[in-house]
């Protein structure tokens, strides 16, 4: 009996291989590569081989490509007219998949996250108009840590980037130490806004922070070097919060996304190219007529010698900072018909830093967590040796950057005084300012597509705390390009819709970063 079950599955093993093609080596299909091309099992088993393989290049950068013989313009969008063989004589993208125009925090994020899961399989641009940065809002940083917020979106961005720092090694190597000191946040509320203050707690710790509240009591017992003089109560975060070096932060992002072939330029957008497409219309927009849609084409890009150049993009992100609102304006965002009409409604705010020394015996040590008072200014330390970093965020609305020792003098030191009374004569050691990008409607981020355009993307107005959520904004756009909808964490609610519907999501904690 065994050995006629043998001899059946030869005569099923030779049926196979009667009438299997050559294998191109001038031998009948009946050796043994015919017998493995045509059995079903060995068959689907290649097939499922052939396609993992696919899957793996589309994802993972080919380590034998030679640099020199790459095309610039690369990309799996097919435009009309496009020569995909010819090359450029420079590396200007004429043409590119994503578009990001900003390269600070939220910008080269953005770029991270869609390289680091496309790679070769996605062309991104990012232009930024100070490549040094500058002027950028990450300069001004406090470099803040913290989940003391009152909306459980920014909650959850905040527990997400602690999560990242985390790990940063994981994901950066150590090129560039973020330098994550892990010694939290003291956010002090008076009377006014105490119960906020608590409720916000109950939230926070719900959704997986840890934090504390403290009555004016404990506070001065837990931190002698405090004055609690018109405090009711403390929310002291105790893990996953701190701060961090955001310059540090940006090279990484921008050196990773670099790495993964993304394309850094040194420009600025000033003014955008239309499209009518007879194939889209908007529904609910009264001011669109159907069959009348004129779409986002290409930017038009300033480039430092004063020349200008067009990019083509199939996708464009609005994430400039304080600049997002005049960008948007180049679309007609808030100067076109229908929804059009509605404005980016992103300004630029003032924020003053100041480095002080103090020698003082009874001055905070070195596990001072950042403070927040309700005065509105910030302290936190840097560092050995009596450093510490405190501002304020100013209500002006100007282009004026220049730093005024006596702003310090007369609108910082009193409250600091009065506050941490041993740093009441600390001496100023370096100042400096800049601005950042100040949502007027509700002071919060304004993220997700376009109600109008198709093809754009809006990631901006964080008001002066985005570079803490920069790392799960910029997993959120990329999610929306990539996937269609968000995955991780859904920020639905911080979409541009509620400008049009009037519907603004207020964020009560002014938690800096």
Same mark, same amino acid.
């Given at each position: 009996?065994?050995?006629?079950?043998?001899?059946?599955?030869?005569?099923?093993?030779?049926?196979?291989?009667?009438?299997?093609?050559? $294998?191109?080596? @001038?031998?009948?299909?009946?050796?043994?590569?015919?017998?493995?091309?045509?059995?079903?099992?060995?068959?689907?088993?290649?097939?499922?081989?052939?396609?993992?393989?696919?899957?793996?290049?589309?994802?993972? +950068?080919?380590?034998?490509?030679?640099?020199?013989?790459?095309?610039?313009?690369?990309?799996?969008?097919?435009?009309?007219?496009?020569?995909?063989?010819?090359?450029? +004589?420079?590396?200007?993208?004429?043409?590119?998949?994503?578009?990001?125009? /900003?390269? @600070?925090?939220?910008?080269?994020?953005?770029?991270?996250?869609?390289?680091?899961?496309?790679?070769?399989?996605?062309?991104?641009?990012?232009? %930024?108009?100070?490549?040094?940065?500058?002027?950028?809002?990450?300069?001004?940083?406090?470099?803040?840590?913290?989940?003391?917020?009152?909306?459980?979106?920014?909650?959850?961005?905040?527990?997400?980037?602690?999560?990242?720092?985390?790990?940063?090694?994981?994901?950066?190597? *150590?090129?560039?130490?973020? *330098?994550?000191? +892990?010694?939290?946040?003291?956010?002090?509320? /008076?009377?006014?806004?105490?119960?906020?203050?608590?409720?916000?707690?109950?939230?926070?710790?719900?959704?997986?922070?840890?934090?504390?509240?403290?009555?004016?009591?404990?506070?001065?017992?837990?931190?002698?070097?405090?004055?609690?003089?018109?405090?009711?109560?403390?929310?002291?975060?105790? %893990?996953? %919060?701190?701060?961090?070096?955001?310059?540090?932060?940006?090279?990484?992002?921008?050196?990773?996304?670099?790495?993964?072939? #993304?394309?850094?330029?040194? @420009?600025?957008?000033?003014?955008?190219?239309?499209?009518?497409?007879?194939?889209?219309?908007?529904?609910?927009?009264?001011?669109?007529?159907?069959?009348?849609?004129? /779409?986002?084409?290409?930017?038009?890009?300033?480039?430092?010698?004063?020349?200008?150049?067009?990019?083509?993009?199939?996708?464009?992100?609005?994430?400039?900072?304080?600049?997002? /609102?005049?960008?948007?304006?180049?679309?007609?965002?808030?100067? #076109?018909?229908?929804?059009?009409?509605?404005?980016?409604?992103?300004?630029?705010?003032?924020?003053?830093?100041?480095?002080?020394?103090?020698?003082? *015996?009874?001055?905070?040590?070195?596990?001072?967590?950042?403070?927040?008072?309700?005065?509105?200014?910030?302290?936190?330390?840097?560092? !050995?040796?009596?450093?510490?970093?405190?501002?304020?965020?100013?209500?002006?609305?100007?282009?004026?950057?220049?730093?005024?020792?006596?702003?310090?003098?007369?609108?910082?030191?009193?409250?600091?005084?009065?506050? =941490?009374?041993?740093?009441?004569?600390?001496?100023?050691?370096?100042?400096?300012?800049?601005?950042?990008?100040? $949502?007027?409607?509700?002071?919060?981020?304004?993220?997700?597509?376009?109600?109008?355009?198709?093809?754009?993307?809006?990631?901006? #107005?964080?008001?002066?705390?985005?570079? *803490?959520?920069?790392?799960?904004?910029?997993?959120? =756009?990329?999610?929306?390009?990539?996937?269609?909808?968000?995955?991780?964490?859904?920020?639905?609610?911080?979409?541009?819709?509620?400008?049009?519907?009037?519907?603004?999501?207020? %964020?009560?904690?002014?938690? !800096?970063?």
């Amino acid at each position: 009996m065994l050995r006629s079950r043998h001899i059946v599955r030869l005569l099923q093993r030779r049926s196979y291989s009667a009438g299997a093609p050559s $294998n191109g080596s @001038g031998s009948p299909g009946g050796n043994k590569s015919g017998e493995d091309d045509l059995h079903p099992i060995r068959r689907t088993l290649r097939l499922l081989g052939n396609d993992m393989r696919k899957v793996k290049e589309f994802f993972v +950068p080919k380590d034998t490509e030679i640099e020199e013989n790459r095309i610039p313009t690369q990309s799996k969008f097919h435009f009309a007219g496009e020569s995909r063989e010819s090359s450029l +004589p420079d590396d200007f993208q004429t043409h590119c998949d994503v578009l990001i125009v /900003g390269g @600070g925090g939220v910008g080269s994020s953005i770029a991270y996250w869609l390289k680091e899961k496309a790679r070769d399989g996605l062309n991104v641009v990012v232009v %930024e108009n100070d490549d040094t940065y500058a002027d950028s809002a990450t300069r001004v940083s406090v470099g803040g840590l913290c989940q003391q917020f009152s909306l459980p979106e920014n909650i959850q961005m905040s527990l997400f980037a602690a999560d990242f720092l985390r790990g940063a090694r994981e994901h950066f190597g *150590q090129d560039v130490p973020i *330098q994550f000191t +892990p010694h939290g946040h003291l956010m002090l509320a /008076g009377e006014e806004h105490a119960e906020s203050l608590m409720r916000s707690s109950q939230l926070q710790n719900e959704l997986g922070a840890q934090n504390e509240l403290l009555t004016a009591d404990r506070l001065a017992v837990r931190f002698p070097w405090l004055n609690t003089k018109g405090i009711v109560v403390g929310c002291h975060g105790l %893990e996953k %919060e701190g701060w961090f070096n955001p310059l540090a932060l940006l090279s990484n992002l921008r050196r990773s996304a670099s790495s993964y072939g #993304g394309h850094f330029l040194n @420009g600025q957008v000033v003014d955008f190219e239309f499209k009518s497409q007879t194939d889209i219309s908007v529904v609910g927009d009264a001011g669109s007529n159907e069959g009348n849609y004129t /779409g986002l084409d290409k930017a038009v890009i300033k480039l430092p010698d004063g020349t200008s150049r067009t990019c083509k993009f199939a996708l464009c992100v609005i994430a400039a900072g304080a600049s997002s /609102g005049q960008v948007a304006r180049l679309a007609k965002i808030g100067v #076109g018909p229908g929804m059009l009409q509605v404005p980016l409604p992103i300004d630029a705010r003032k924020r003053y830093m100041y480095a002080v020394n103090s020698q003082a *015996q009874s001055a905070p040590g070195m596990t001072m967590p950042m403070t927040l008072d309700p005065s509105g200014i910030f302290i936190r330390r840097d560092g !050995l040796g009596g450093n510490y970093i405190c501002g304020q965020d100013s209500t002006e609305d100007n282009n004026d950057l220049t730093v005024d020792l006596q702003y310090f003098d007369q609108h910082i030191r009193p409250k600091l005084a009065e506050r =941490i009374p041993a740093l009441g004569e600390a001496q100023v050691v370096d100042s400096w300012s800049g601005s950042y990008d100040q $949502n007027v409607y509700d002071e919060n981020g304004i993220l997700g597509a376009h109600p109008y355009y198709h093809n754009l993307y809006l990631a901006t #107005g964080f008001s002066g705390h985005g570079i *803490q959520q920069s790392l799960a904004v910029g997993r959120a =756009i990329s999610e929306l390009i990539m996937d269609g909808q968000f995955r991780t964490i859904d920020l639905s609610r911080l979409s541009f819709d509620r400008l049009i519907v009037d519907q603004p999501m207020y %964020e009560l904690n002014n938690v !800096l970063s």
